[in-house]
C-alpha cells in the first residue's frame, strides 16, 4: 500500500496492527489479535474521518495515487471480448491511448480511455497517459466507426494532460483535441463518460463532450492542474493548495456547476483501497447512463448533447 | 513617405531614447527597438514599419481598418454570471477585470461586428489580447456563439481573429468547457454551409488553439504569430531541450501543415475578401477602401 502524505497518521496506526500480527505469526505463543483488532478499529475511525472531508488538494492526490485503478483495469473487468483497435493510419499508435470494440452488458459498443500505466516500464510506455495527436486521432477514427455501425462510445477520463512535446506541437495536437471534441459533439451514437482519475484539461474534453459525464467522488477535472495555477496566478507552485481550492476542481463542485451528470462512490478511503469495488460501481453507473440513452434517435441525441454545452454555465456556484 | 520616416532610423532612434519619451506619442518596436510614432504606426496597422513586425491591434481598431469606411454595428453578446467560481487568487477575479475594463475599455476579450468588408457582408469576431491576455472565459464562449448565430441568421460568413493565452483560469472548468461550448458554435456555421474563416494572430494558445482556432474553413495565420497548444516554455522543461528557432511561429505551422496562408496584416483585407467571395460564389470584389455602404441608395 502506497500512502499520502495525508494518511500518514494512519500508516502508523496500518503498520503497527501488521507488525503486530507478523510478530504473532513468528511467535505462536503470543496472542496479539485484541490489540490488533483495536488498532484495526482506530485506523477505521481515522480512515473514515480522512476521507469524509477532503480537500481539493487531497482530493487530486487521491485521484493521482498510482494504486488507483486505471483504464486497463476498467476494460478488463467491466467488458467482455475486448479487441483493441490501434493507429491513427497517419503516423503512429499512441499507447497513451486505449481504445477498441467490447462488450458491455453483452452489448457491442467502442470504448477509448487513457491509460497511466502501473509501473515505471508501462508508465513510460503509456507517456503517463499524456496523449499526443495520434491518440487523439485514433479516438477520432473509433468515433468515427462507432457512428457508421450505431455502437455507443464509452469513454474513461484519466490524463494530467496533452502531452507538451515538440513532435507532439509539430503534427498539430491543438487541431487533434479540437478534431475529437467536435467528433464527440457530431456522432448520432450515445457518448458517455466517465472521470476516473484525473481530468486534465483539454487533455480531458477531447473525450468527454458527452451526452453523460460522470465522476468518481474522488477524482477532479480541471482547466489546468493545481501546481500550474499556483505558479501563474500565485507566482508560487507552492500555492497548490490554495490554487486547487479555488478552482473547484471536484466532483461535489462540478455537479454544483452543472457541469457533470453524476458522482459515483467509491469505497471507503479511495478506490485504491479496493480496485474491483470502485470498478464495479462505474459499471453499475455506466449501465444507468446508457439506458437513460436507449431508445433515443441519432438527431435527438446530437441536439441534446449540443443543447447541453450550449446551456452550460448559464449558473454560478452561487446559483 | 512622410516627414517622420526620418526618424524610425534605427540610430537618430538612439538618439532619440535617451531623452524622455513623451507617453503615448512613441512607441518602441519590441522587436527591433525603433521609436514609431503613434500616428503612423497606427496608419500601419500597428505594423513596425521598420521591421514588419506585427503588434497588437484591438478588436476596435482592427473592425475599423477591416469594413468599409469604418463602419460596423456591434452584435450584442449575452452576459455571462460574473465570477462564477467566487475565485480569488492573489486578487479577487471582479477585481481582476475591472481593471482589464479600465485598461481597455471594452467589456470583455472578444468583439463581435457585422458590416460589410469590400461590399461583402459578414460577421467578425476578434479577441482582445489586452483584455487578461483575451483568455477565453463564458463571456467569449457567448461571444463566438452569439456571432455564429449571427452569421447563420443572416446567412453571413464568419471570420474569427484569434488572440489569446488561453483559459481563463479564474473560471475554471467553465472555461475549459468553452472548448465544446464553442464547438458547438462552429459546427452551426457548416451545417448552414455558410465559410468559417479564421485568422490567428499573435499569440493564439492552450484551450483557444485547441478547439475554434483550429476549425476553420480557411486558417491564415499573422506572420510569426506564435501559435500552439503548450508553450515553448512547458515543453522546454518537459523535454529538457532546446527549442529550433522559429518554433510553433505561422511560419512553422504553415511548413507543417496546420495553416493554409501566413498574411500580411496589411493586405488581410484583400485577402479575406478573396476567399469569402470565391467560397460564396460571388464576383470579384472591388478593392480599395470602399466608404460605408448607404442604405438603400436611390437608383440613379
Ligand atoms: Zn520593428
Same mark, same amino acid.
Given at each position: 500500500m #502506497?500512502?499520502l502524505? $495525508?494518511?500518514?497518521p494512519l500508516a502508523?496506526i496500518?503498520?503497527?496492527? /501488521?507488525e !503486530?500480527?507478523a510478530?504473532a505469526r513468528? #511467535?505462536s505463543?503470543m496472542d496479539?489479535e485484541?490489540e490488533?483488532?483495536a488498532?484495526?478499529?482506530?485506523?477505521?475511525?481515522m480512515l473514515?474521518? !480522512?476521507?469524509?472531508d477532503?480537500?481539493?488538494w487531497?482530493?487530486t492526490q487521491v485521484?493521482?495515487h498510482?494504486e488507483r485503478?486505471?483504464c486497463?483495469d476498467?476494460i478488463e473487468q467491466? $467488458?467482455?471480448?475486448?479487441t483493441?483497435?490501434?493507429g491513427?493510419r497517419?503516423?503512429?499508435?499512441?499507447?497513451?491511448?486505449?481504445?477498441?470494440l467490447?462488450?458491455?452488458?453483452g452489448r457491442p459498443?467502442v470504448v477509448?480511455g487513457?491509460?497511466k =500505466?502501473?509501473d515505471t516500464k508501462?508508465?513510460?510506455d503509456? #507517456? $503517463?497517459g %499524456?496523449?499526443?495527436p495520434?491518440?487523439?486521432?485514433?479516438a477520432?477514427r473509433l468515433?468515427?466507426m462507432?457512428d457508421?455501425f450505431?455502437l455507443?462510445v464509452?469513454?474513461?477520463i484519466d490524463t494530467?494532460g496533452?502531452?507538451?512535446?515538440? =513532435?507532439?506541437?509539430e503534427?498539430?495536437?491543438?487541431?487533434a483535441?479540437a478534431?475529437?471534441t467536435?467528433?464527440?459533439l457530431e456522432?448520432?451514437?450515445p457518448?458517455?463518460?466517465?472521470v476516473?482519475?484525473?481530468?486534465?484539461? =483539454?487533455?480531458?474534453?477531447a473525450f468527454?463532450a458527452?451526452n453523460?459525464?460522470a465522476?468518481?467522488e474522488?477524482s477532479?477535472?480541471s482547466?489546468?492542474?493545481?501546481?500550474g495555477c499556483a505558479?501563474i496566478?500565485?507566482?508560487d507552485?507552492?500555492? %497548490?493548495?490554495e490554487?486547487a /481550492?479555488?478552482?473547484r476542481?471536484t466532483?461535489?463542485?462540478?455537479?454544483?456547476l452543472?457541469?457533470i451528470d453524476?458522482i459515483?462512490?467509491?469505497?471507503?478511503g479511495?478506490?485504491?483501497?479496493?480496485p474491483?469495488?470502485?470498478?464495479d460501481a462505474?459499471g453499475?453507473?455506466?449501465?444507468? %447512463?446508457?439506458?437513460?440513452?436507449?431508445g433515443k434517435?441519432? /438527431?435527438?441525441?446530437i441536439?441534446?448533447?449540443?443543447?447541453? $454545452?450550449?446551456d %452550460?454555465?448559464t449558473?454560478?456556484l452561487?446559483? | 513617405?512622410?516627414?517622420i520616416?526620418?526618424?524610425?532610423?534605427?540610430?537618430?532612434?538612439?538618439?532619440?531614447?535617451?531623452?524622455?519619451?513623451?507617453e503615448?506619442l512613441w @512607441?518602441?518596436c519590441?522587436?527591433?527597438?525603433t521609436?514609431?510614432f503613434h500616428?503612423?504606426?497606427s496608419?500601419?496597422?500597428?505594423?513596425?514599419s521598420?521591421?514588419?513586425h506585427?503588434?497588437?491591434?484591438?478588436?476596435?481598431?482592427?473592425?475599423?481598418?477591416?469594413?468599409?469606411?469604418?463602419?460596423?454595428t456591434?452584435?450584442k453578446?449575452?452576459e455571462?454570471?460574473v465570477?462564477?467560481?467566487q475565485f480569488?487568487?492573489q486578487?479577487k477575479?471582479?477585481d481582476?477585470?475591472?481593471?482589464?475594463?479600465?485598461?481597455?475599455?471594452e467589456k470583455?476579450?472578444?468583439l463581435v +461586428?457585422e458590416g460589410?468588408?469590400?461590399? @461583402?457582408p459578414?460577421?467578425c469576431?476578434g479577441q482582445?489580447?489586452a483584455?487578461?491576455a483575451?483568455?477565453m472565459?463564458?463571456?467569449?464562449?457567448?461571444?463566438?456563439?452569439a456571432?455564429?448565430?449571427? +452569421?447563420?441568421e443572416?446567412?453571413?460568413p464568419l471570420?474569427?481573429f484569434s488572440?489569446?493565452?488561453g483559459?481563463?483560469?479564474q473560471?475554471?472548468i467553465?472555461?475549459?468547457?468553452?472548448m465544446p461550448?464553442t464547438?458547438?458554435?462552429?459546427q452551426?456555421?457548416?451545417?448552414a454551409?455558410?465559410?468559417y474563416i479564421?485568422v490567428l494572430t499573435?499569440p493564439?494558445t492552450g484551450g483557444?488553439?485547441?478547439?475554434?482556432?483550429?476549425?476553420?474553413?480557411?486558417?491564415?495565420?499573422?506572420p510569426?504569430a506564435l501559435i500552439?497548444?503548450?508553450?515553448?516554455?512547458?515543453?522546454?522543461? @518537459?523535454?529538457?531541450?532546446?527549442?529550433?528557432?522559429?518554433f510553433?511561429?505561422a511560419e512553422?505551422?504553415l511548413?507543417?501543415?496546420?495553416?493554409?496562408?501566413?498574411?500580411?496584416?496589411?493586405?488581410m483585407?484583400d485577402e479575406?475578401?478573396?476567399i469569402l467571395?470565391?467560397? @460564396?460564389?460571388?464576383p470579384?470584389?472591388v478593392?480599395g477602401?470602399?466608404p460605408a455602404p448607404v442604405e438603400e441608395?436611390?437608383a440613379s
Amino acid at each position: 500500500m #502506497n500512502y499520502l502524505e $495525508f494518511e500518514k497518521p494512519l500508516a502508523e496506526i496500518e503498520g503497527k496492527a /501488521e507488525e !503486530l500480527r507478523a510478530l504473532a505469526r513468528a #511467535n505462536s505463543e503470543m496472542d496479539v489479535e485484541k490489540e490488533a483488532a483495536a488498532l484495526d478499529r482506530k485506523a477505521e475511525t481515522m480512515l473514515r474521518d !480522512l476521507y469524509k472531508d477532503l480537500s481539493a488538494w487531497r482530493k487530486t492526490q487521491v485521484a493521482r495515487h498510482p494504486e488507483r485503478p486505471h483504464c486497463k483495469d476498467y476494460i478488463e473487468q467491466l $467488458f467482455t471480448e475486448f479487441t483493441p483497435l490501434a493507429g491513427d493510419r497517419n503516423f503512429a499508435d499512441d499507447h497513451a491511448v486505449m481504445g477498441g470494440l467490447a462488450r458491455f452488458d453483452g452489448r457491442p459498443v467502442v470504448v477509448i480511455g487513457h491509460e497511466k =500505466g502501473h509501473d515505471t516500464k508501462s508508465r513510460i510506455d503509456r #507517456n $503517463f497517459g %499524456m496523449a499526443r495527436p495520434e491518440g487523439y486521432r485514433k479516438a477520432i477514427r473509433l468515433m468515427d466507426m462507432a457512428d457508421r455501425f450505431g455502437l455507443p462510445v464509452i469513454t474513461l477520463i484519466d490524463t494530467p494532460g496533452a502531452y507538451p512535446g515538440k =513532435g507532439a506541437e509539430e503534427r498539430g495536437q491543438s487541431e487533434a483535441i479540437a478534431r475529437s471534441t467536435q467528433k464527440c459533439l457530431e456522432i448520432g451514437v450515445p457518448v458517455i463518460a466517465t472521470v476516473i482519475g484525473e481530468g486534465g484539461s =483539454g487533455g480531458a474534453v477531447a473525450f468527454a463532450a458527452a451526452n453523460r459525464v460522470a465522476m468518481l467522488e474522488h477524482s477532479v477535472y480541471s482547466v489546468i492542474s493545481p501546481e500550474g495555477c499556483a505558479s501563474i496566478l500565485w507566482k508560487d507552485a507552492e500555492k %497548490m493548495r490554495e490554487a486547487a /481550492e479555488a478552482l473547484r476542481l471536484t466532483a461535489q463542485d462540478l455537479q454544483k456547476l452543472g457541469v457533470i451528470d453524476r458522482i459515483i462512490k467509491e469505497p471507503m478511503g479511495g478506490a485504491q483501497r479496493a480496485p474491483s469495488e470502485a470498478i464495479d460501481a462505474v459499471g453499475k453507473a455506466i449501465e444507468t %447512463m446508457l439506458k437513460e440513452l436507449s431508445g433515443k434517435k441519432p /438527431e435527438a441525441l446530437i441536439k441534446d448533447r449540443r443543447q447541453k $454545452f450550449l446551456d %452550460m454555465g448559464t449558473k454560478g456556484l452561487a446559483a | 513617405m512622410n516627414w517622420i520616416s526620418n526618424y524610425v532610423r534605427p540610430k537618430i532612434n538612439s538618439l532619440f531614447s535617451r531623452r524622455e519619451v513623451p507617453e503615448n506619442l512613441w @512607441t518602441k518596436c519590441p522587436e527591433c527597438g525603433t521609436m514609431l510614432f503613434h500616428r503612423e504606426l497606427s496608419d500601419n496597422l500597428n505594423v513596425c514599419s521598420n521591421c514588419d513586425h506585427h503588434m497588437a491591434i484591438s478588436p476596435r481598431d482592427r473592425f475599423t481598418a477591416l469594413f468599409d469606411g469604418g463602419i460596423f454595428t456591434e452584435v450584442k453578446v449575452p452576459e455571462p454570471v460574473v465570477d462564477p467560481l467566487q475565485f480569488r487568487d492573489q486578487k479577487k477575479y471582479p477585481d481582476r477585470l475591472k481593471g482589464a475594463q479600465k485598461a481597455t475599455g471594452e467589456k470583455e476579450a472578444m468583439l463581435v +461586428a457585422e458590416g460589410e468588408i469590400a461590399r @461583402t457582408p459578414v460577421v467578425c469576431a476578434g479577441q482582445d489580447f489586452a483584455f487578461m491576455a483575451g483568455s477565453m472565459g463564458m463571456y467569449v464562449g457567448n461571444a463566438i456563439v452569439a456571432a455564429a448565430q449571427r +452569421a447563420v441568421e443572416l446567412k453571413r460568413p464568419l471570420i474569427l481573429f484569434s488572440a489569446a493565452g488561453g483559459a481563463r483560469m479564474q473560471e475554471g472548468i467553465l472555461s475549459l468547457m468553452q472548448m465544446p461550448r464553442t464547438t458547438v458554435a462552429v459546427q452551426m456555421l457548416k451545417e448552414a454551409n455558410l465559410p468559417y474563416i479564421v485568422v490567428l494572430t499573435h499569440p493564439t494558445t492552450g484551450g483557444v488553439t485547441a478547439s475554434y482556432a483550429m476549425l476553420g474553413d480557411v486558417h491564415i495565420a499573422e506572420p510569426n504569430a506564435l501559435i500552439c497548444f503548450a508553450g515553448p516554455r512547458v515543453i522546454e522543461q @518537459t523535454i529538457r531541450e532546446k527549442l529550433p528557432e522559429g518554433f510553433q511561429r505561422a511560419e512553422y505551422l504553415l511548413d507543417h501543415g496546420m495553416l493554409d496562408r501566413v498574411t500580411h496584416r496589411k493586405e488581410m483585407k484583400d485577402e479575406l475578401v478573396t476567399i469569402l467571395r470565391m467560397l @460564396t460564389n460571388q464576383p470579384p470584389a472591388v478593392k480599395g477602401d470602399l466608404p460605408a455602404p448607404v442604405e438603400e441608395a436611390p437608383a440613379s
